[in-house]
């Protein structure tokens, strides 16, 4: 063999700490991404979580006042369904309902007859129900409307 040759086999110069540092500050740099992206999931996560039960809290208040025939009492301005204690309020929804005086007349594409029409804009606010500040809020608007025949005998709701 070379002379030269074995002397640079045998110069130890420190070559392989400086690969295996370089090494370990790649797999560090790669181990904190992998971190703060999971963390970062996470949060985003939970932020999914407390809308979608924001939603539902804002969809039982509505359903809560569609499922009741009686809060559509033609005349109502600004009712609050939940002050009666037939309407249960477990998720401390915030919901109203007012009657709309000005609109008349059957829905679009909407035809009968022997029919009156009182149009109900049905107002239902939820949030997260964490115990932190509610940091998520939804806000459901429906126009409903219930149908009257004229001799008040069959009372009927159609939402829109």
């Known amino acids: 063999m070379n002379k030269k040759y074995v002397e640079f086999i045998k110069n130890e110069s420190g070559v392989a700490l400086v690969v295996a540092l370089i090494m370990m500050t790649v797999l560090t740099l790669i181990g904190l991404a992998s971190t703060f992206t999971s963390t970062f999931e ?3 996560s939970g932020e999914k979580r407390r809308a979608t039960d924001a939603f539902y809290s ?12 009686v809060n559509f009492a033609p005349g109502q301005i600004n009712y609050d ?10 998720t401390n ?4 309902i007012d009657f709309d005086p000005l609109k008349t ?3 679009k594409g909407f035809t009968s007859i022997n029919l009156d029409y009182a149009y109900f804009w049905v107002d239902s606010r939820g949030n997260d129900g964490t115990s932190m500040t509610n940091r998520s809020t939804c806000t459901i608007d429906m126009n409903v409307v219930r149908l009257l025949p004229k001799d008040e005998s069959i009372t009927e709701v159609v939402v829109n």
């Open 42 to 44: 996470i949060m985003l």
């Open 58 to 69: 804002a969809d039982s208040g509505a359903n809560v006042i569609l499922l009741r025939y």
């Open 81 to 90: 369904p939940f002050t009666d204690p037939a309407n249960s309020n477990p």
């Open 93 to 96: 929804v915030v919901a109203k």
């Open 105 to 107: 007349g059957p829905p």
